[in-house]
């Protein structure tokens, strides 16, 4: 299930299961959207991108869905491994501007 | 695939010592990089935009004289902590994007972990 925790939100799930992270976007402007996962004591690693004239893009076992209408960016990880759990990030790319702004962050715990 | 290395990935020291934290670009050239803090349990807040052979590009609120950025070549930039103190304790990171067209993401190195005593 899903659990506000103190400071991260967290998602727990069982190995095999399909899981599905949310993130709601801020900016209407933005055109560039970015998956991220970061373990601990690690830097962010590139999961998945998607630009803003699309609206599902599938990778390895990830699939990232935008819509735009209501600012809203999911990931989609299948068949989810002990070795997914990690903090997930979504980041958007404001057009005109070279940075990205970052969620907030939910935490993925996976149980064997 | 890029890839981006920072170094130290630790770091402990006293009150009041400068610290240097290098961040590497290993396969590709970056005009761009860009320096992070991230607090336990929180996400990334951006605190500078390095820009190759120019003035870093600071985000409200990050004193330029506490954080000196330099970007001397396509592949290094350097994040200088000056006289740091325990309140500067954080985990800061770097990125880079690769050249070309602005929609690419950007990859990061794995971290520096500053311990202020």
């Known amino acids: 299930g899903e659990s506000v925790g103190l400071h991260l939100p967290t998602l727990s799930v069982q190995e095999g299961d399909n899981s599905i992270i949310n993130c709601a976007y801020s900016?209407?402007?933005?055109?560039?959207f970015i998956w991220y996962k970061q373990e601990s004591g690690k830097g962010p690693q590139f999961i998945i991108d998607i630009r803003s004239n699309m609206d599902k893009r599938q990778g390895q076992r990830v699939t990232v869905l935008l819509n735009k209408t209501v600012k809203h960016l999911s990931l989609q990880i299948a068949a989810t491994q002990p070795g997914d759990s990690a903090v997930y990030f979504c980041?958007?790319?404001?057009?005109?501007?070279?940075?990205?702004?970052f969620g907030t962050g939910t935490r993925l715990l996976v149980s064997p | 695939g890029a890839v981006v290395s920072q170094h130290p990935s630790r770091v402990i020291c006293k009150s009041g010592t400068s610290v240097k934290i290098e961040c590497r670009s290993l396969d590709f050239q970056a005009t761009t990089m860009f320096w992070y803090r991230q607090f336990p349990k929180k996400s990334l807040m951006l605190m500078a935009t390095s820009n190759e052979g120019s003035k870093a590009t600071y985000e409200q609120g990050v004193e330029k004289d506490k954080f000196l950025i330099n970007h001397a070549s396509l592949t290094l930039s350097t994040l200088t902590v000056t006289s740091a103190h325990p309140e500067d304790s954080s985990f800061y990171i770097c990125?880079?994007?690769?050249?070309?067209?602005?929609?690419?993401?950007?990859?990061f190195g794995d971290g520096t972990r500053l311990s202020i005593l």
């Open positions: 900016n209407s402007a933005s055109d560039y």
């Open positions: 980041a958007e790319n404001i057009r005109g501007f070279q940075k990205l702004v």
């Open positions: 990125s880079a994007r690769e050249p070309g067209y602005s929609n690419q993401p950007q990859h």
